[in-house]
């Protein structure tokens, strides 16, 4: 059976008075602070970009991993390469996006301050599983 699903109105929820324990706690006043759909849609795009680069940079390690298993590789999976650097700038591209439009949707949008200054790790995990939410179609943007 699955769980209810958090929040699902995205009214905004107090902050306690000490730091939040747990993930399942804070998803609630993650989801709070997001109340305005220009922001989750903001953070959704930014999300995804993060996601599809270093899905990316993952994908150009195939053919890496082809070579040291001494099998052959076509012509289209060795395009699929970067270099590292190439893949650096891949991988800060996508985290860079990523954040502008996070923050451009609490400092603009929302008018709020972004909850990954206090709770980075819970904040990254809360975008990522919106996200999933949204994809699979538990949550409504």
């Known amino acids: 059976m699955k769980q209810p699903l958090a929040n699902p109105t995205y009214q905004p929820v107090p902050h306690p008075e000490t730091r939040?324990?747990?993930f399942?706690?804070?998803?609630?006043?993650?989801?709070?602070?997001h109340?305005?759909?220009?922001?989750r849609l903001m953070h959704l795009l930014g999300t995804s970009a993060a996601v599809l680069s270093t899905?990316?940079?993952?994908?150009s390690l195939v053919p890496y991993l082809l070579a040291r298993l001494?099998?052959?590789?076509?012509?289209?999976i060795k395009a699929l390469q970067l270099t590292l650097g190439e893949a650096g700038k891949v991988i800060l591209r996508g985290i860079g996006i990523g954040y502008a439009c996070a923050w451009?949707?609490?400092f603009f949008v929302e008018k709020n301050r972004p909850a990954t200054f206090k709770y980075p790790l819970m904040s990254?995990?809360?975008?990522?599983?919106?996200?999933?939410?949204v994809i699979t179609l538990r949550?409504?943007?």
């Open 20 to 22: 939040f324990a747990s």
């Open 24 to 33: 399942r706690e804070f998803y609630p006043f993650y989801l709070g602070e």
């Open 35 to 39: 109340a305005n759909r220009i922001n």
């Open 55 to 59: 899905s990316r940079v993952l994908l």
């Open 70 to 76: 001494d099998l052959q590789s076509s012509k289209e």
């Open 104 to 106: 451009v949707g609490h």
């Open 124 to 133: 990254f995990m809360g975008d990522l599983r919106m996200l999933f939410e």
């Open 139 to 141: 949550r409504s943007i």
